[in-house]
Structure formats: C-alpha cells, structure tokens
C-alpha cells in the first residue's frame, strides 16, 4: 500500500490535435486505506484515463471492480439516475 501511497510510475495515452503520444510519468501521491482483504480505498488529486487500474496493475495486483464515491467534492449518491445532478432543497 505505501507503494501507492507514495505514486507508481505509469503510461498513458495522450492526444492532442488527433495525434497521439504515450508519456510515462510517476503518479502524484495518493491517500490509501485498507477496507479490507481484497478492497482498497484510494484518494486520488488527478485522475488520469484508467490510472487506478494502471497503478494496481504496475504493482502485480489486478482492479475487478472500481466504485467512484465522489468528485470535485460532490457525491456519487446526490448523481441523478438522468445523468444531471440531483438538487437538495
């Protein structure tokens, strides 16, 4: 965990003007919990295209399943069935 913790060096596709370059670079550091035996719980600052998978695979270990909390501060449970946002009153 602390290896996560402290960033992996991953590489990611990045596309600009429909040309494509793949740039590697070490993650930025990240808050790890242990829920449990087999579940994690990341905080993450960025949030590059797959990068948890991308992090857990570059340490041998593989994601079976990802579950986004929140966003910028908001929470995945206030998210409309709509796809907008769900307004409290």
Known sequence: LQRLRDGVVITTDVARNDKHKAVTQTT???????VDDYC???TLVEGRNRQVRKM???LDYVTTDLMR???MGIS??????SGG???AE
């Open 76 to 81: 995945a449970g206030t998210v409309g069935g």
């Open 69 to 71: 909390v929140e966003f």
């Open 28 to 34: 930025l550091p990240c808050h790890v919990d242990r």
């Open 40 to 42: 994690i719980r990341l």
């Open 56 to 58: 857990t695979a570059a």
């Open 85 to 87: 946002l769900g307004v």
